[in-house]
């Protein structure tokens, strides 16, 4: 069984940045695909980036040049820094460890991001 724990959320101003963490338990982080997702109110859950096991990336035409995920093998933990926060980016964001043939999916427990001034 595997638990993803996020942290790193808040509240941040219009053009602040904040760097979410997940970080997960047990084995076998380094061969799979994790994700970013978020969740504003009355929405539904939206991709905003993901990462191959190989390290290739791909994001939300929303965040592009914005944002930035990164992951650790070495820590279980997948990251995305957030630069140049908008208003619009407010939402709850979750963590997710992509399915593969032999294994479930797996979501965090999500974090709140609030950008105010």
């Known amino acids: 069984q595997v638990q993803l724990v996020e942290s790193g959320g808040g509240l941040v101003q219009p053009g602040g940045s904040l760097r979410l963490s997940c970080t997960a338990s047990?084995?076998?982080?380094?061969?799979?695909?994790m994700g970013w997702y978020r969740q504003a109110p009355g929405k539904p859950r939206d991709l905003v980036a993901d990462?191959?096991?190989?390290?290739?990336?791909n994001y939300a035409d929303s965040v592009k040049g914005r944002f930035t995920i990164s992951r650790d093998n070495a820590k279980n933990t997948v990251y995305l820094q957030m630069n140049n926060l908008k208003p619009e980016d407010t939402a709850v964001y979750y963590c997710?460890?992509?399915?593969?043939?032999?294994?479930?999916?797996?979501w965090g427990q999500g974090t709140q991001v609030t950008v105010s001034s």
């Open positions: 997710r460890m992509y399915p593969t043939i032999f294994t479930r999916e797996y």
């Open positions: 047990g084995s076998g982080f380094s061969g799979r695909a």
């Open positions: 990462i191959t096991s190989g390290g290739s990336t």
